[in-house]
């Protein structure tokens, strides 16, 4: 099982996610927690597409953090 990262953004009227590790990889949803299982579903199916199309499957290799700065 492989843990890759994600990024959730808040869009005008819903959230979209994206895979950094898995270019192309996207959902959207009306909720954070519909963007996050999107997301899941949109990674297994990517994945599957890849090793159907005979490409070697990415390790993630992402790391998130925040870091805090004076505004």
């Known amino acids: 099982m492989n843990r ?5 953004e808040s869009a005008e009227s819903n959230f979209a996610a994206c895979v950094p590790d898995l270019p192309g990889c996207v ?3 009306d909720t954070i927690a519909e ?3 999107a997301i899941k579903d ?8 890849m090793a159907e199309d005979g ?10 953090d925040y870091v ?3 505004c």
Do not use: D
């Not at 949109?42 to 597409?49: D, K, N, P, S, V």
């Open 4 to 8: 890759y990262a994600i990024v959730v």
């Open 42 to 49: 949109a990674i297994e199916m990517h994945l599957e597409g």
């Open 55 to 64: 490409l070697s499957i990415p390790e993630p290799a992402c790391q998130v």
């Open 35 to 37: 963007v996050e299982a």
């Open 68 to 70: 805090e700065v004076a």
């Open 27 to 29: 959902a959207t949803g």
